[in-house]
Structure formats: C-alpha cells, structure tokens
C-alpha cells in the first residue's frame, strides 16, 4: 500500500478520480454495439447522478485534509452512500464486461470497429476507478481518521 500511497498522494488521487468520473460521465452515453451516443435515454444518466455522491466524499474528504479537522456523522453518511455507489461501480464494469464477452454471439452480424477499443477502454476506466474509491477510502482512514462513535456521543445535547 506504501507504493500506491507514493505514485498517487492524496491529491493526485482526488484530481484523478474527478477526471475518470468526467471521462465515464461521457463515455456512459456511448453505445458499444451501436457507435453512438443515443443521449435521450433515461437509463444513461444513472451513472452521472449516484457519481455526485462520489465528488461530494471527494470534496469532504479534500475539506477535511486540508483544514485538518476530524471526521463528522455527515461523512460517515456520505461515505456509507459511496459503499453503493462503488457497488453501482461494480455492477457498469459487469455490464461492460459482459458486453464485451457476448459479441462472439452476434459474429454473424456487424460490430463496429470501434467496439473492442473502447470496450476495453472502458472497462479499465471502471475497475480504475473503484480502485481509487477504494484508495481515497483509504485516505481518509489514515489522514482524517477513524469514526470514533464514542466522541461523536459525547457531544450530543438531549436537551436540544
């Protein structure tokens, strides 16, 4: 973990993560099999929605390093919020991958050239960036630190 932690800091984790979740925004109107972008279709816009509540931990956790302040029940919430959205994650990668796999049941018909180049592209752009949920996770858990529940139980007023 030392080794990833020294080819991407904190930083470069946060800015590469923006960066993929733009890319992926854009590439998930991309059709594979029909080499456009049908950009009226509802279900294209599921990955740019649950993605805000990746940039939102992105922005906390950037808040927090660089205030040095502890964590809050608000990022315990927005952190418990990207388990799924890394799930989600999971599940476009699964579809892309099975994609892919299933274009040798249609050898008969006409794939665009462009479906295995960007297939792949793809899919290492999904696993990257669980990858680096998973690291920015990580960060926060070193940098900001733990959920310490006992603290947050100290500071709560009954009489509020």
């Known amino acids: 973990m030392k080794i990833l932690e020294t080819l991407l800091p904190w930083k ?5 993560t923006v960066v993929l979740i733009i890319v ?3 590439l998930n109107f991309y059709g594979l099999f ?24 992105l ?4 808040f927090k390093i660089k205030e040095y302040e502890h964590t ?7 952190e418990y919020l990207l388990y799924v959205v890394i799930l ?8 892309t991958l099975t994609t892919l796999l299933s274009s040798f049941d249609f050898a008969s018909h006409v794939i ?27 960060f926060r858990k070193t940098l900001v630190g733990h959920y310490n529940m006992d603290e947050e139980n100290q500071h709560i007023d009954s009489w509020e």
């Open 88 to 95: 989600l994650y999971l599940f476009y990668a699964f579809q």
């Open 112 to 138: 665009p050239n462009t479906f295995w180049p960007v297939g792949i592209l793809l899919f290492i752009l999904q696993i990257s960036l669980v990858a680096l949920s998973f690291m920015a996770i990580h």
């Open 72 to 78: 809050d029940p608000q990022m315990k919430i927005t």
């Open 12 to 16: 470069r984790t946060i800015y590469t």
């Open 34 to 57: 029909t080499n456009s972008f049908p950009v009226l279709n509802w279900e294209n816009f599921a990955f740019p929605l649950f993605s805000l509540v990746h940039l939102l931990f």
């Open 59 to 62: 922005y906390v956790l950037r």
């Open 24 to 26: 992926l925004s854009i």
